[in-house]
Structures are given as C-alpha cells and as structure tokens.
C-alpha cells in the first residue's frame, strides 16, 4: 500500500470463475457493497475492457458529503477472465476524477488449503490535478474493502454460477 492506494486481500472458498462472474456482473457489484452507496445497477454482465455500465448511487450511506442520490457510468479498464478486473467511474463531478477499482484473483493450491485468494484495491494516484489536494481520499478505508471481500465470499455460494460453453459432442 502507499499513501495513494489501499489494498487488502482474502482467501475465498470458491473457484476464480464462481468469483469473476460476480465480479463482471453489474448485479454482482451492488449484492457485495460494504459501504451502502450502491443502491442498483443496470446493464449486462461485462466481457471486455472498455464495457460500461450504470450503478445507482446513495452518498448518504457515508454522511461525508450531500451528495444523495446520483448515478454513475462504471468503464472496465482492464478484464482479463478469472483473473483481473478494474474500473475507472464516471460520475457527477467534472472532469472525472479517475481514480480506479479493481481486483486480481490468484488461485491457491490444494496444498494450502485451496480457493483463491482475493485481492481488492483502490488507487488515486492518477486522478486529475483538480483533485489532487482535495480531501477525497480515500473515499472508502482498507477496512470496508476487507468488509466487501467478506460479502463477496458469503455471496459467491448463491450468486448464478458462471455459463460454461459445452463444446458439440
């Protein structure tokens, strides 16, 4: 971690396609949330970066600023399947601020226990000079995305499992 990223990680019991398919999912995103702010999403499960999506946002979950309610376009900047997803949100405030989401997957052998560990992270430190002495961030704590990944890893045993193409026999 810096003083312009925060990172945390966690061991989930299941496989790194069970967990990429929340992930990539609009739905996903909304059903893992620690932080109360994403109220819905709209759009279809992301295949590829530069895929966007709408989440529905409520600011009041946090109280820090009177913000409300608002929208925001979600733009998948990097997806590499089962193994990497981030994001990049477009939101109300002009120009975008740039700061980015993501999370990398790492399958963990049977010998220590199996699933994949999960990395979570948040990064400013490439967001728009306007932003940069402002006192944005980090807009959510290390402990909220270690509180997502506990979400994710309850979540991730009734979300829809991943659509596995079959090969004609």
Sequence with gaps: MSDQRIET???VDASPAEIFAVLRDPRGHVAIDSSGMLMSAE?????????????HMD????????MGRYDVT?????YVPDREISWTIVGVMRPPVGHVYGYRLEPVGEADGGGTRVVSWCDWSDIHPQYRDSDLFPVISAASLRATLGILARTVQTFPAPVVAVPPS
Excluded: K, Q
Aim: a negative charge; aromatic letters at 4%; glycine letters at 10%.
């Design 74 to 78: 979600v733009h998948i900047a990097s």
């Design 59 to 66: 600011r009041e979950s946090l109280g820090d600023r009177p």
């Design 43 to 55: 759009g279809e499960p992301v295949s590829a970066a530069g895929d966007t999506f709408v989440v």
């Design 9 to 11: 990680s966690r061991i």
